[in-house]
């Protein structure tokens, strides 16, 4: 889960992992000291240092008001399918800007995709504070090929030198050539723009940057260091 930082107003947070095993619940809600103690992650500074197990997945908790403290329930079945239900939340569970169920009725099962738009309440109106937004953000599904040698990135260095040869890279915002003596910007997930075409962007939602090719998010103010 990562934020959708197509909405301003929705609560901040750190990227979230779960690995899941067939039909092992993950229980969404709202952030109280007891779900700390056993093992919740999320809220504003976006905590995401208790994982679970595949069998027994850390609940995942966000410091936010309108969101229920028993929210909604993610699993995967024995086919690989993920979904979703809204666990009789007050303020509502909606997936791809569609609600799931009336207020505090439990929805049906719903079928979760990559790249689906989740969102867990809506804004408190009466408040300003961070806590009375609501929660959205974008789901990302067994992306741990990304991370990976793979048939996308894992060409060899010839290839890649005879190609950058070959053709001029272009700003995918202004789509002009990216080339030597220009203030660029490198996204962590390696594509590169104009730092001048970039800028709203990287300022818009900072630390938290989503890039406009891959949609890779990312957190700028990640520590550099390498184990």
């Not at 049906?108 to 804004?123: E, I, N, S, T």
């Not at 300003?128 to 894992?154: D, H, P």
Request: glycine letters at 8%.
């Amino acid at each position: 889960l990562v934020p959708h930082l197509e909405s301003s107003r929705s609560l901040h947070f750190d990227p979230i992992e779960r690995d899941l095993a067939p039909f092992a619940i993950v229980r969404v809600g709202r952030f109280t000291d007891r779900s700390q103690q056993h093992g919740g992650a999320g809220g504003a500074t976006g905590a995401n240092a208790q994982r679970g197990t595949a069998t027994e997945p850390a609940r995942v908790a966000f410091k936010s008001k309108v969101v229920s403290r028993g929210h909604a329930e993610v699993w995967v079945d024995d086919a690989g399918k993920f979904f979703i239900r809204d666990t009789k939340s007050s303020s509502g569970t909606f997936l791809n800007h569609i609600r799931l169920s009336s207020p505090n009725v439990e929805s049906r099962p719903f079928a979760l995709k990559d790249g689906d738009v989740l969102q867990l309440g809506v804004d408190y109106q009466g408040g300003t504070e961070e806590i009375y937004r609501c929660v959205k953000m974008r789901v990302e599904l067994n992306r741990g090929w990304q991370r990976g040698a793979n048939s996308f990135n894992a060409t060899s260095a010839a290839a890649e030198a005879a190609a950058a040869a070959a053709s001029i890279t272009d700003c995918c915002i202004c789509l002009y050539p990216v080339t030597v003596c220009q203030a660029l910007f490198i996204a962590p997930c390696s594509h590169v723009t104009h730092f001048k075409c970039i800028r709203p962007l990287v300022e818009q939602n900072y630390p938290g940057f989503s890039c406009p090719l891959c949609r890779t998010y990312a957190n700028l103010e990640a520590d550099v260091e390498i184990d």
